[in-house]
């Protein structure tokens, strides 16, 4: 791959992808469309109204439009990829594009039937050195994001994660009462698994989602920080959280 950084913590740097996107015309992560269509097919109905965060230079929101999945707004912070986007897809008249960090979010509460997020969330942890205790700061940064999500959620609304993170990392995260979600795992891959977290939100966290709640909180209190020295590892291979 192309323009790979020298540390992990470069992707959660904007200047890093404002430089990738000036010249990257296209790039998924996770593979492509229809590895998980079949997940998608079943998750989406055509009149949702679908919010695809960190939307960069992927093909998914065009591959929803082809697909009967038209509604979807796409927020990136690169100014540079969301212009490029917006001119690269201008005859798909329902796609809307902006300029937008989802760490402040200018949408209104419940404007969205569905949120999707491809690796994005991802982008955030890649700093942390111990996927087992994530630091105050990521758990802070990840838990703005998430309120977020589910503020700009309907009710009865969908959040779908994509990911390389595994349920016993990632659920720490996302398992919390206040989002007033439950918690769906599904899987997609040969070879490499990858990861679908369905967020359901109006319904609440199961018996295992509360214990892991519990648990998650306890943690925190009783984190250290760790004294691993950032790797230079690819993100693909990196990221656990």
């Known amino acids: 791959m192309e323009r790979l950084p020298t540390k992990n913590s470069s992707y959660n740097n904007k ?5 990738r996107f000036y010249s ?3 790039y998924d992560w996770l593979g492509s469309y229809e590895q998980y269509q079949r997940h998608l097919d079943d998750l989406l109905h055509p009149s949702d109204q679908i919010l695809m965060i960190g939307c960069g230079n992927s093909t998914m929101s065009s591959n929803l439009h082809f697909y009967g999945f038209k509604k979807v707004t796409n927020i ?12 690269k897809y201008s005859e798909l008249e329902e796609m809307k594009w902006y300029t937008m960090d989802i760490l402040e979010m200018k949408f209104s509460s419940g404007s969205f039937d569905t949120v999707i997020d491809k690796a994005t969330l991802d982008t955030f942890l ?27 959620l309907k ?10 993170s595994q349920p016993h990392f990632r659920k720490a995260l996302l398992a919390k009462k206040k989002y007033h979600w439950s918690i ?3 899987t997609f891959g040969t070879g490499f698994e990858y990861f679908i ?13 509360q214990k892991i709640e519990e648990n998650s909180y306890s943690t925190s209190l009783h984190s250290t920080t760790p004294t691993v020295e950032e790797d230079s590892e ?8």
Do not use: C, H
Request: glycine share 6%.
């Open 234 to 241: 690819d993100f693909l291979y990196s990221i656990n959280v």
């Open 76 to 87: 990136d912070y690169s100014e540079n990829v969301i212009e490029r986007m917006k001119k």
């Open 15 to 19: 200047e890093y992808w404002d430089s």
């Open 155 to 164: 009710p009865g609304g969908k959040f779908i994660s994509i990911t390389w």
């Open 197 to 209: 977290y369905v967020m359901r939100k109006g319904e609440s966290l199961s018996l295992q989602d």
């Open 126 to 152: 890649v700093g942390e050195k111990n996927p087992w205790a994530i630091s105050q700061e990521g758990r802070f940064t990840m838990d703005k994001i998430l309120q977020q999500i589910s503020d700009v």
């Open 24 to 26: 990257e015309e296209e």
């Open 184 to 186: 769906e795992v599904l």
